[in-house]
Nanobody
Framework: VQLQACGGGSVQAGGSLRLTCTASGGVSRNYFMGWFRQAPGKEREFVATIRWSGTTAYYANSVKGRFTISRDNAKNTVYLQMDSLKPEDTAVYYC??????????????????WGQGTQVTVSS
């Protein structure tokens, strides 16, 4: 599985961006597709994830109510709609895929395929 992420950019606080992650090589229906982010000097952290074959989705508390993850299986694509962006959302965002289960779906170690990352910068 290869993942290609795009859609990052620079916005002012309160603005919106939509990240796109396109998968090639076939994604198992049992996989979770997740978004993680890493800010300078910080560890990679979970943002959101969705099951490839269902509607089950999970969010980090820091983005709940502001970000929405969705998928389009026909296009092999996962989206992350980010609204009401804050300066603390500034990071490189990575999409990931893997055979996670519900209890591990927020852990980076549960994902074995990663995209190249896309920069999101939110100014105050």
């Amino acid at each position: 599985v290869q993942l290609q992420a795009c859609g990052g950019g620079s916005v002012q606080a309160g603005g919106s961006l939509r990240l796109t992650c396109t998968a090639s090589g076939g994604v198992s229906r049992n996989y979770f597709m997740g978004w993680f982010r890493q800010a300078p000097g910080k560890e990679r952290e979970f943002v959101a994830t969705i099951r490839w074959s269902g509607t089950t989705a999970y969010y980090a508390n820091s983005v709940k109510g502001r970000f929405t993850i969705s998928r389009d299986n026909a296009k092999n694509t996962v989206y992350l709609q980010m609204d009401s962006l804050k300066p603390e959302d500034t990071a490189v965002y990575y999409c990931a895929a893997g055979p996670a289960i519900q209890s591990t779906s927020t852990l980076a170690s549960a994902y074995n395929y990663w995209g190249q990352g896309t920069q999101v910068t939110v100014s105050s």
